[in-house]
C-alpha cells in the first residue's frame, strides 16, 4: 500500500526532538466526524523512532508536532487497533506484550480506553477447487486515500484475530465481529437490468443485479451502492466468506442469496437513514471511505464497476466453476400487490381504470377562456407567445396531460421528467395525495399549482 507521508514541524516539539521524517499510518473519524485518532511514525534523531496516537479536531493538522487533545506513545513500528466506542470514547487494542507510555494532556473531553480485545478465530473454509477461466472482468477502481491506508512491516510480528467492537452503535452492525485481516470491497453503479416491475413508490421500474465475490485470500465485507430501485443477488465462491453486506440507495434496495446468519444493513431515504449515504460512482468516490470507517473501522480496498446488471468482486482471477447462494426469485416477488402504482406505470394505470383521460387542445382552450372571464388581465397574458398557454400547447406537455374524471389519488414520484399535467374540472375533485412537479389545473377555483408554469 502507498504510505502517506507527513511533515513534522522542526523545533516545536523539543520533547519527542522530532525531524522532518513523519509516517501516517492510521486516520480514523470520529462517529459525527467532530475528532480524528490519527497514528503516525515519527522520528527522534537518524535512529530512534516511535508511534504515536493523537487525537485531534477535524481539520487540523497531522503531523508529528501537532497538540493534540489526547496523546500516548506506543512502542515503534506499532500499528494499532482502535475503534471509535462513542463520540468522545477511543478504544485501543491494549497487546500486553507492548509496551506503552502515556503521556497525558489534560484538553479536551475525548477519553483513550487500552483493553485486551477477545481473540476471534478465523472462520474455516472449503478446500480449494477448479476454477474455470473466463475473459478477464472489467477493470476495478482504486478509491483515493482518504482516511486509513494500513502499512505491512517486514520487522512487525502479525497479531493474532481479535474481536472488534461496534464503530459506533448507531451506525454500524451490532454485535458484528471483525476479523484483524480483513478486505472491504465496493461494487456498484448506476443500477441494474431495468425491469417493468415496481418494488417502491419512487416511480421508476427495480433494476437487478447479480453480484459474484471470489476472494478466497481472505474474508470481506461488501459495500454495494445503486441509484436505483434494486433486488441484489449476492453468490460467493466456496472459498470465500462474506462478513456483512452494507447497501445505500435513496430508494428501495433488496439483498437476496445470503446465509441467514450474514448481517445486511440497507441505508435509504425510504427507512429514513441518519448514517448518510454513500455512493459506487467513479464521480463520487469520496462518498465511500468515510462510511466504510463508520461501519468497518477502515477504508475500502477496492471499487469495482458494474456493467450489464453484474459485477464481479474479489482478487481471484478466474470464476468458479460452483457459485453458493445466489437467488433465482424474480423481481416481481418483491413487488407489494397492494401498494399503488408509480409515476408513468400509476398514470397509466389510472387511464385504464378510467379515473383519468388524455388531455387535448379544447381542454386548454377552455382553460384560457375561463381565465379570461375571471381575470382578464391574467388570461391576456396567458395567451400572449410567451405565455403560460402557449407554453401548455408545447407537444411535450400534451403527451403528459390528463384530464381527472373521478376521485383518486396521485401517483407517487411524479419528478422531474415522470411529472405531468392534470386539469380538474369544475364539480370534480382534487386528486388526494402528492403531486410532485406535476401542473394541477384546477377549475373550482381557477388556480394553477405545482410546476414553473403556474408562477408565470
Request: glycine fraction near 10%; charge should be positive; include cysteine.
Amino acid at each position: 500500500m502507498n504510505r502517506l507521508l507527513v511533515l513534522c514541524v522542526l523545533g516545536s516539539m523539543a520533547l519527542l526532538g522530532c525531524e522532518p521524517a513523519g509516517e501516517m499510518l492510521q486516520l480514523i473519524p470520529s462517529p459525527d466526524g467532530t475528532y480524528q485518532a490519527v497514528v503516525l511514525d515519527c522520528r527522534n534523531g537518524p535512529i530512534e523512532r516511535m508511534t504515536l496516537i493523537k487525537v485531534v479536531r477535524s481539520g487540523g493538522a497531522l503531523d508529528c508536532a501537532t497538540r493534540a487533545l489526547q496523546q500516548v506513545t506506543l512502542s515503534p513500528g506499532l500499528s494499532p487497533r482502535m475503534v471509535w466506542m462513542s463520540e468522545d470514547s477511543l478504544l485501543i487494542d491494549d497487546r500486553k506484550e507492548r509496551t506503552l507510555t502515556f503521556m497525558e494532556i489534560k484538553e479536551g473531553e475525548v477519553s483513550m480506553t487500552f483493553s485486551s480485545w477477545t481473540v476471534l478465530k478465523t472462520p474455516s473454509r472449503e478446500q480449494s477447487r477448479g476454477r474455470e477461466h473466463l475473459p478477464p472482468a472489467p477493470p476495478s477502481i482504486k478509491t483515493p486515500p482518504f482516511a486509513v491506508r494500513s502499512m505491512s512491516r517486514a520487522d512487525v510480528v502479525p497479531e493474532p484475530p481479535i474481536k472488534t467492537p461496534p464503530v459506533a452503535p448507531a451506525c454500524g452492525f451490532r454485535g458484528l465481529t471483525l476479523p484483524a485481516d480483513f478486505a472491504v470491497l465496493a461494487g456498484g453503479g448506476h443500477g441494474g437490468k431495468r425491469s417493468t416491475v415496481q418494488i417502491d413508490q419512487s416511480g421508476s421500474a427495480a433494476t437487478t443485479m447479480t453480484v459474484s465475490v471470489d476472494n478466497p485470500g481472505k474474508p470481506v465485507v461488501l459495500m454495494l451502492g445503486s441509484q436505483e430501485p434494486t433486488l441484489w443477488s449476492i453468490r460467493r465462491s466456496q472459498e470465500t466468506t462474506i462478513l456483512a453486506v452494507l447497501v445505500s440507495s435513496s430508494y428501495r434496495q433488496i439483498v437476496a442469496g445470503l446465509d441467514a446468519t450474514t448481517p445486511v444493513t440497507v441505508l435509504t431515504a425510504e427507512n429514513r437513514s441518519e448514517c448518510g449515504y454513500f455512493y459506487v460512482d467513479a464521480n463520487r468516490l469520496e462518498t465511500l471511505n468515510p462510511m466504510a470507517q463508520r461501519f468497518f473501522g477502515r477504508d475500502v480496498d477496492m471499487v469495482y464497476p458494474a456493467s450489464g446488471g453484474e459485477v464481479t468482486l474479489g482478487e481471484a482471477k478466474g470464476t468458479p466453476s460452483k457459485w453458493v447462494g445466489g437467488s433465482d426469485a424474480p423481481v416481481e416477488s418483491y413487488a407489494d400487490k397492494t401498494a399503488p402504482l408509480a409515476g408513468e406505470a400509476g398514470l397509466d394505470d389510472a387511464l385504464r381504470k378510467g379515473l383519468l383521460r388524455r388531455a387535448n387542445i379544447g381542454d386548454i382552450n377552455k382553460w384560457e377562456a375561463q381565465m379570461a372571464r375571471v381575470a382578464p388581465g391574467r388570461g391576456a397574458t396567458s395567451v400572449s407567445g410567451d405565455g403560460q398557454a402557449s407554453r401548455l400547447r408545447s407537444s411535450h406537455m400534451m403527451r403528459n396531460a390528463y384530464v381527472v374524471l373521478r376521485p383518486m389519488t396521485f401517483p407517487a414520484g411524479l419528478y422531474g421528467a415522470r411529472s405531468a399535467v392534470f386539469f380538474v374540472p369544475k364539480g370534480t375533485k382534487r386528486p388526494r395525495g402528492n403531486p410532485g412537479h406535476s401542473e394541477v389545473y384546477d377549475f373550482n377555483d381557477m388556480s394553477c399549482t405545482g410546476g414553473p408554469r403556474c408562477h408565470l
